[in-house]
RNA sequence: GUGGGCGUAGCUCAGGUGGUAGAGCCCUGGAUUGUGGAUCCAGUUGUCACGGGUUCAAAUCCCGUCGUCCACCCCA
């Protein structure tokens, strides 16, 4: 074979293609029954809103977008995450004179160049939603049990939510004077990644595996919150309690996106290996500003539909199962290719999902195959049929079978499922 | 971007210390001339990832490349 698919991307299909819609089927449902409609963006955006949004120095814009110029010589990017297009079509389209909170999910595909690894793809895809225009801690509650019960109608056993707040331009400042000046004192104790970005981003210390001891001894930011920031959080916390909401508190969580204010949080699952983030989300209460809009606060989340589909537990109700195809219809000699496909035609407008079989393989072949798609139903159509313009249907159930005209077939197979109780 | 394991049939994998490739599943045909899920019989399937080197001889040893998996890192 002389192509293969790019490195760390996928092709879904048949059992693995049927399972993910089954999912996204119940995601949507699920958001829906939220208030939740959905937005469709560009899957590349112009590559400053990724920088503005996503932040310069993060690793995402630093070394992980893919980004080329088009026969203008813009420069465009894969989008390495949805929020940021979300609010700019927010923005672009006037949403926020609407007035009130507008809610949304999205689902795609989303682009980052890592080496692939467990659950971490170069092109992965994201379900997420994003309500934009509140400030309110209910709502960051809001999407926080949206976040979980995406799992729990995917069967999964209750999750755990880390939760912390990583403040806002008014109270992070003052808690990166604080942090650096207690990261001086441990100088030597630190691993030379978290050394150098200590420099640009010390919050994202906390990330770091390797300096867990001097981790615990650093300062949290959430004993340095301003008082909105606190009390947002204190609130937020309260309702999470009284929806009986379960959480914990980490207050070494942190996002690697710059756009995160207040709430941060994330939904781990341990069965995932080194990435083991199922989803994650906060506030970003300064991206529309970043974007260009007015102050406009937001809370959002997004969930890995890779990482969902892998650790997808055993007791998954899965949809029906068997039965996509109610008829196969099963061609015998060589003519008469047109009347199937032409009783095939007629069967489907009564409403019935219909496959055909023209292939000149074996009868037993034909039947196992039929079989094997779940039809319910097998029609065949030979010389002797086709000279009477009759086709013999056979239940597949019962192994009984009688000849019928053409007109008799649609009418007959749901007598028969009745009969079955279906 | 760094490190390690692995690349043999469509799939899962055998192939001690070098001698030109096998099994199961799948697929196809038959036993059953136009009737499935079982059984039995027969058959097809390969640039042994790619490129180079060592050798009379390489799937096997060496080097490189690519892919894959896992970890670092990062994150969904």
Redo the contacts with the bound molecule.
Sequence with gaps: MKF??P???NDLFGERMERWHDVEGRIVRLVRGYGYSEIRTPVFEMTDLFIRAVGKA???VSK?MYTFSDKKGRSLTLRP?NTASVMRAFLENGLHRKGGISRFYYMGPMF?Y????????RQ?H?VGAEAIGSSNPAVDAEIIDISLSIYSVCGFPPLDVRLNSVGCPVCRPAFKEILIRSLAGYGDEL?Q?CRE?GMVNPL?IF????CGEVKKKLPFITDHLCRECGEHFSRLQEILDGLGIRYTLDPLLV???DYYTKTAF??IHPGL????????GGRYDGLAEDCGGGHIPAVGF???M??LLETLPESFPGETGDGRVDVCIIL??DSGSMQALSLAGRLRESGLSVLTDLS??????K??A??EAGAGF?V?L????LEREKA?V??????S?EVLAFDGIGPFIERERDNRGE
């Design positions: 293969s698919r490195r760390g991307t993060t690793d995402i992980e995450e980052r890592d080496r692939p690894q467990a659950g971490r793809y992965f994201q691993c990644n970005r994202r990330d770091c595996k390797k996002r690697g996106l994330e939904i290996g080194a990435q083991n983030a199922l989803s994650g997004s969930a890995g890779e990482r015998i000699g000149g393989r074996s009868m037993k072949k039947l196992g039929a079989s097998a065949f030979g010389p002797d049929e013999t056979k239940n597949m159930m019962t192994g079978q």
